[in-house]
């Protein structure tokens, strides 16, 4: 094995970039906790927000933390369209219809960013934090990292004082474990879902905005980012958001990783799938006893 | 019009037959084989009227049909949505396209090859299906696009460069194919077996264990059915159709490139399914014509007319679902059906006029057959 001296930096970049799936990870597991639908637009609304950032900060010359603002703003409001107009009325019906509107909107986001975007077009990166490099020793590590990372586990942090603290968070786990006890003890679960859906849509749009220097910023990307997304989520079982996390942190550092050797985006896929399958089988009857709920 | 109607007729009465056939007198359905014989007779003898160029256009659709008969096995017979099967008639065209081109294979035997190659695919695919239940598999199927977008297709083995392959029109035996018009009767006739078949599956003993895993796995393995052995049979045959899909549209064109059958495609051939009704034969007619014919008018605005049809795919996807669940072929199926009930009890005297199903009732048969969206409404969740 040559490069092994690659192994740390690029392990560095892998944590930040697994960070950027932990933030969508947690907002899947999130909304399918409290509503039970597997998102498959996730990818693709945190995309659509990240073009909106794009739209205000390089096209418009706003700045940056603005373009940011109008972006989170934007993302929640996208939420809870999506939820009030298109999953709230299919309550009661099998979540299979819920999954194929995900999947509607997947294909319409997808298609209006290109619209309005580019398919296949350069994007200019947002910038967001200083060029530049913290030295230390053997590593250097530039200051977008750094500051992605603070965010993620800020975030991260954030959301567990929700969880833990406060009314919403308290009705939100509520929901979780049993939506009629919940009912009946005076919960709006119709609220709980919506701000489910707002919240999963902020953290989708923030991953996308902080993770789009680090990519190529087109409608694809980001809208994949749904599958290792999935990936980590799975691993948490759809449940646990701290193993989510760290499931997502690891897959970041094996796509990262991996680059040292190969280049093609290939094997990073293929490393994906592997992470879906042994997640699935290894939580296989836990699993499938609430995906067959779902 | 006289053309992309074609297919369909065969298949709306073909449709009827099949969920009519608890229902239906002996001499309707020996009206409907007569009104399925016409359209067969219609399309076959189409390509005289509408000439080479057409003939091509709707060959490419009747590739894109057999694509889509073989999702209405695995969407709206087993009720698992995939999200990959753009990639499968893709691994079709491009290992029918090596065999041809680097081993000299014939053409017929290489799509044989292919076909069996999908069929294996699919039975892959189905593995996680033992111990993965629900909508999880769907899952499975978005992953192993993307894969088969970035590392199969593209590969040196399929694609041999980055221009892909090209092979030149195969005959049929002694038949040469290179009319357009001629290679869209043997489309046709591929199309028309794949319809047969799957009509065969959805009316025979395999589709009805199909339909009880789809609306109870708990239930149909309770009832002895091997989920395994039934989800890997459904995969793989479903993918075995796509891949012949793929045989079909890369005997047409000739060439084969990734670029055609990524995971966007994918999405749009399962949306236009499940809204034109995913269990139904004629939804699959109706949204290949809609998917290849449509777009082509608007051919003028090129490359958004891609990002056009996928925004009214999504659209009218997500708006479908909520207000009538069931897909446009079945609803409007039903609503037929309950006129000519109408008029025919009202023609024999039976029965007062404007009581629909006051001798029989297609009505609740229909919703067992074609309504995967529904199957488990009763259904609390947690």
Known sequence: MEHLDLLLPMSIVGVVLGSMYALPAMGIVMIYKTSRVLNFAHGAMGMFSTFVAYQLSVLWHLPSALAVVGAVVFAALLGLVIERFTIAPLEGKPTLSKVVVTLGWLLVLTAAAGFLWGASAYHAPISLAPPGTVHLPGVEISYLQIMNLAVAAGLTALLAFFFKRTRLGTAMRAVADNVKAARILGIRVSVVNSASWVVGSVLAAIAGILLSPMITLNTTQLTLLVVSAFAAALVGGLVSLPITFAAAIGLGILHSDIGIWVTTPGPKDLVTLGVILIALLWRGSGLARSLESA | ?382
Do not use: C
């Open chain 2, 1 to 382: 019009m006289s053309r992309g109607g074609l297919p369909e007729v065969l298949s709306v009465t073909a449709d009827t037959a099949a969920v009519g056939r608890r229902s239906t007198l002996p001499a309707k359905r020996s009206g409907l084989a007569l009104i399925a014989l016409a359209g067969i007779l219609i399309a076959a003898l189409g390509p005289l009227a509408i000439g080479n160029f057409y003939s091509f256009l709707f060959a490419q659709a009747l590739s894109y049909g057999i694509v889509l008969l073989g999702l209405v096995v695995v969407v709206g017979l087993l009720g698992q949505p995939s999200l990959m099967h753009a990639e499968l008639m893709g691994l079709g065209a491009g290992v029918t396209a090596t065999l041809v081109q680097v081993y000299h294979w014939d053409f017929w035997a290489a799509g044989l090859a292919a076909v069996v190659v999908g069929y294996l695919t699919g039975m892959v695919v189905g593995l996680p299906a033992l111990r993965i239940k629900g909508l999880a598999l769907t899952l499975v199927t978005l992953a192993i696009a993307r894969l088969f977008d970035q590392l199969v297709l593209p590969s040196k083995v399929l694609a041999g460069s980055v221009v892909g392959r090209t092979i030149s029109r195969p005959n049929l035996g002694p038949l040469s194919l290179d009319s357009d018009r001629a290679y869209y009767e043997v489309a046709l006739g591929v199309f028309i077996l794949m319809v047969v078949l799957v009509l065969t599956i959805r009316r025979g003993k395999l589709g009805r264990i199909f339909r009880a895993v789809r609306e109870s796995e708990l239930g149909a393995a309770a009832s002895g059915v091997s989920l395994t052995r039934y989800k890997l049979l459904g995969f793989a045959t479903s993918a075995a159709i796509a891949s012949l899909g793929g045989v079909v549209a890369l005997g047409l064109t000739g060439s084969y490139s990734p670029a055609p059958y990524d995971w966007t495609r994918s999405l749009v051939l399962l949306a236009m399914l499940t809204i034109m009704g995913s269990a139904s034969v004629t939804g699959a007619a109706l949204a290949a014509t809609v998917i290849i014919v449509v777009p082509h008018f608007l051919r003028g605005f090129s490359n958004i007319v891609d990002q056009a049809t996928q925004l009214i795919a999504g659209g009218t996807l997500i708006i479908q679902t909520i207000v009538s669940p069931r897909g446009l072929v079945p609803t409007v199926g039903a609503q037929v059906r309950e006129g000519m009930e109408k008029r025919r009890t009202r023609g024999k005297g039976l029965g007062p006029p404007g009581e629909p199903g006051s001798i029989e009732e297609p009505a609740t048969w229909e919703t067992e057959v074609t309504q995967p969206t529904e199957v488990v409404s009763g259904r609390e969740k947690r």
